[in-house]
């Protein structure tokens, strides 16, 4: 089974508008890590934003927001108020275990590409 | 402060040669990996290092090799290139829990 499934292969959204990026994740582990990276055409990986398994609040960084829904295992990331620069190909991850406890490997998902559209 | 640099950014290999992609990180950082993304897709663990002297297998090793003699650096090895090993490789670095990695910028690797 995958480790993480992002059902979106492409999205797009209107400049200015809020978009949710889609991630479902699979563990038997309590405790786990989830992220976002951003890759842009360019080709660099820019961390967004991590949320923790025992996090109780969705973690939030400027204008992005992990949307964490723990009994449902998804890991959905919201941009609001869309940008041209946040057009990009952008991968949720998992670490499973707690930090160090197995290397703190990342598992990617095949990523979701975001054109935002002026 | 540079962060993870990885040599060369781009490698045209002939099916059958060998070569060393090199990855050098100044963060101090115990925790290096080796990952390659294939057009269209995730990225996928090749080697990881949990510090000096310790690598162990991720989810694709095969045809590939590393060292980790210091904490900077941690090569990676492809020995007798074939097409499928055609990709780009990240190298990336990590210490904090809630960060996740430092990822170089990228080895675009085509062999032909």
């Known amino acids: 089974a995958q480790k993480i499934t992002q059902t979106q292969p492409g999205m797009f959204v209107q400049e200015k508008e809020a978009v949710t990026l889609d991630c479902t994740y699979d563990t038997s582990d309590q405790s786990y890590g989830l992220f976002w990276y951003k890759q842009p055409s360019s080709g660099e990986m820019i961390f967004l934003i991590y949320q923790g398994s025992y996090d109780e609040q969705n973690a939030t960084e400027g204008r992005y927001s992990l949307n964490f829904q723990k009994a449902r295992k998804s890991a959905n990331l919201v941009i609001s108020a869309s940008q041209l620069g946040d057009s990009a190909m952008y991968f949720c991850?998992?670490?499973?275990?707690?930090?160090?406890?197995?290397?703190?490997?990342?598992?990617f998902g095949a990523g979701t590409i975001l054109r935002v559209k002026s | 402060n540079a962060g993870v640099t990885q040599t060369p950014k781009f490698r045209i290999l002939k099916i059958g040669q060998s070569m060393t992609l090199q990855c050098t990180q100044d963060m101090n950082h115990n925790y290096m990996y080796w990952y390659r993304q294939d057009p269209g897709m995730g990225l996928k663990l090749i080697y990881y290092?949990?510090?000096?002297?310790?690598?162990d297998k991720g989810e694709v090793p095969n045809g590939y090799n590393v060292s980790r003699s210091t904490t900077e650096d941690f090569p990676l090895r492809l020995e007798l290139a074939a097409p499928s090993q055609t990709s780009v490789y990240f190298c990336?670095?990590?210490?904090?829990?809630?960060?996740?990695?430092?990822f170089g910028s990228g080895t675009r690797l085509t062999v032909v």
């Open positions: 991850a998992m670490r499973e275990g707690l930090f160090r406890e197995y290397g703190n490997k990342l598992v």
């Open positions: 290092s949990v510090g000096a002297g310790i690598t």
């Open positions: 990336a670095s990590g210490a904090l829990a809630n960060y996740g990695y430092t």
